[in-house]
């Protein structure tokens, strides 16, 4: 089946720095792919589509030069958290939408701890 | 963003019982889906539901899609301890839109 690995698992960093994430479709080209953040005991909130080729759509109140995402092949999407804040401090997954079949996969997750 | 409505939020039972939570949607959708979100793991798909009426079964899952298109329900019968976790439904009107999620449905097992 279709496989998304995301890396890192979990990230502790300074304020200040940015943190790189990157989602990977092992088995299957996606043109789109998702950014979500969650907060603990809620559900997924999408952050953004990332398109590949393109730039990608934010949803409403995520500011798009915090969170950097680059689409620069089928198969890999990055999300870069830039001059992270304790705020900032979250669980975020991506997900891939397959061409074929139009599933959605998800990654394993990045908890990002900022301190 | 828009969520769909999920109950219950969660649900605290005894190992051996059987399992049901639904969702609800104010507009249709042409596609239900079923996850199961472990702690600190992303979603992983349980069932997919393609057509409105279809019931589907994966193992001890068993799924409905609505008639209206705008309800689905997933059954977990004879509960395990590993069934614990976050369960979510997610629906899409059509392969171009983005999933709309449901709140989570918490389950703890008693053993």
């Known amino acids: 089946g279709a496989v998304v690995s995301q890396h890192p698992s979990w990230v502790i960093c300074k304020s200040g720095t940015s943190v790189k994430i990157e989602c990977r479709s092992l088995d299957f080209q996606a043109t789109t792919m998702f950014w979500y953040r969650q907060f603990p005991k809620q559900s997924l909130m999408l952050m953004a589509t990332?398109?590949?080729?393109?730039?990608?759509?934010?949803e409403q109140g995520v500011e798009k030069d915090k969170f950097l995402i680059n689409h620069a092949s089928l198969t890999l999407s990055t999300l870069t958290v830039t001059s992270a804040h304790p705020e900032d401090s979250s669980f975020y997954i991506c997900s891939a939408r397959d061409l074929i079949l139009y599933g959605y996969t998800f990654g394993s997750g990045t908890r990002l701890t900022v301190v | 963003g828009q969520q769909l409505n999920q109950s219950p939020q969660s649900m605290f039972i005894q190992e051996g019982e059987d399992v049901s939570m639904n969702c609800t949607s104010s507009s249709i959708f042409n596609t239900w889906l079923w996850y199961k979100q472990d702690p600190g793991e992303g979603p992983v798909l349980l069932i997919a539901l393609y057509k409105a009426g279809e019931l589907t079964s994966n193992g001890r899952l068993t799924a409905q899609f609505g008639i209206t298109r705008k309800d689905s329900f997933l059954n977990i019968s004879a509960s395990i301890p590993s069934d614990v976790g976050i369960y979510f439904c997610?629906?899409?009107?059509?392969?171009?839109?983005?999933?709309?999620f449901g709140g989570g449905t918490r389950l703890m097992v008693k053993p």
């Open positions: 990332s398109n590949e080729g393109s730039k990608a759509t934010y």
């Open positions: 997610a629906g899409y009107f059509n392969a171009g839109n983005m999933l709309t």
